[in-house]
Nanobody, 121 residues
Framework: VQLQASGGGLVQPGGSLRLSCAAS????????MGWYRQVLGKPRELVAA???????TYADSVKGRFTISRDNPNNTVYLQMNGLKPDDTAVYYC????????????????WGQGTLVTVSS
């Protein structure tokens, strides 16, 4: 399974970006999809997550500004980021928890390669 993240870039404060992450490979079903971010020297932190049933979770720092959504037929998760602030500058990683085999309930975790978001004037 491979996760391909895209959509990062340089944006001015107050601007918007939309991140995408698509999974390919041997996938039976995807449970949770999520976005995390990491700043050099700090732990990776959860930004937003969405369950297979569409239940969403957000970090307090992004509530009301970021929206996570998923496209199940295309194994893709999106993160719409509005009202970006310099503190949102980080490498953003997608994470999928999924089943690869219909005969097993074992869950595997996969990470994308990261996409850099820079918020600066």
């Amino acid at each position: 399974v491979q996760l391909q993240a895209s959509g990062g870039g340089l944006v001015q404060p107050g601007g918007s970006l939309r991140l995408s992450c698509a999974a390919s490979g041997s996938i039976f079903s995807i449970n949770d999809m999520g976005w995390y971010r990491q700043v050099l020297g700090k732990p990776r932190e959860l930004v937003a997550a969405i369950s297979s049933g569409g239940v969403t979770t957000y970090a307090d720092s992004v509530k009301g500004r970021f929206t996570i959504s998923r496209d199940n037929p295309n194994n893709t998760v999106y993160l719409q980021m509005n009202g970006l602030k310099p503190d949102d500058t980080a490498v953003y990683y997608c994470k999928f928890t999924l089943r690869q085999d219909s005969r097993s309930t074992y869950l595997n975790v996969y990470w994308g390669q990261g996409t850099l978001v820079t918020v600066s004037s």
